[in-house]
């Protein structure tokens, strides 16, 4: 037996004494894999009879098409259970005006979809930018009726930043 061979086989048994437990993990988590199709192709061939039996106890049809969500997206609200509101300030959307759906922008002729305290996401933006300045009209007010609010034109500039130091005087002088 020749040095190199000698040598070749004492690597090898030490790649494979290393690798033992990882091809060990490997092959534990493929037949997990194999349980987790299994169940999937399960629950593909019981969903016909879910949807028919489901809303006779109570359970509701997920809205939107079936399917698997893409990765790091939450479950849709309807699948979530709404828990009661706790004492206090509420905090986020209020829930939709009836069975016509999601409730217009509180601002007048937005006419998009309100997302957050009756305001649609760039007049919200807005809204917090008035809050953080302290420079939010009374009108502005959470929850406000779907096209309620008459829309203000921030200034712009030199004038903005002169309207920003007079709110932050004014702030700290109150």
């Known amino acids: 037996m020749s040095v190199d061979k000698a040598f070749r086989d004492m690597i090898r048994n030490e790649i494979d004494a290393q690798l033992k437990p ?4 490997v092959s534990r988590l493929e037949a997990g894999t194999a349980d987790l199709d299994a169940l999937r192709n399960v629950a593909e061939r ?7 039996v489901g809303p006779l106890f109570g359970a509701q049809a997920p809205a939107g098409k079936p399917g698997r ?19 206090g300030k509420r905090r986020g959307r209020k829930p ?3 069975a016509e759906g999601a409730r ?14 009756g ?9 917090r930018m008035l809050e953080k300045t302290n420079r939010r009209p009374a ?34 002088a109150g």
């Open 69 to 87: 969500r893409g990765p790091g997206r939450p479950p849709s609200r309807a699948t979530l259970s709404v828990a009661a509101p706790a004492a």
């Open 22 to 25: 990882l091809r060990d993990v």
């Open 119 to 127: 305001y649609c996401a760039a007049h919200y933006q807005k809204l």
């Open 46 to 52: 019981l969903a016909p009879l879910a949807e028919v």
């Open 139 to 172: 009108a502005w007010k959470d929850y406000a009726e779907p096209n309620s609010v008459e829309d203000i034109k921030l200034p712009r500039g030199r004038a903005a930043s002169k309207a920003l130091a007079a709110a932050a005087q004014a702030g700290s």
């Open 104 to 117: 217009d922008c509180a601002i007048r002729g937005c006419g998009k979809p309100s997302r957050t305290k």
């Open 96 to 98: 939709a005006a009836g």
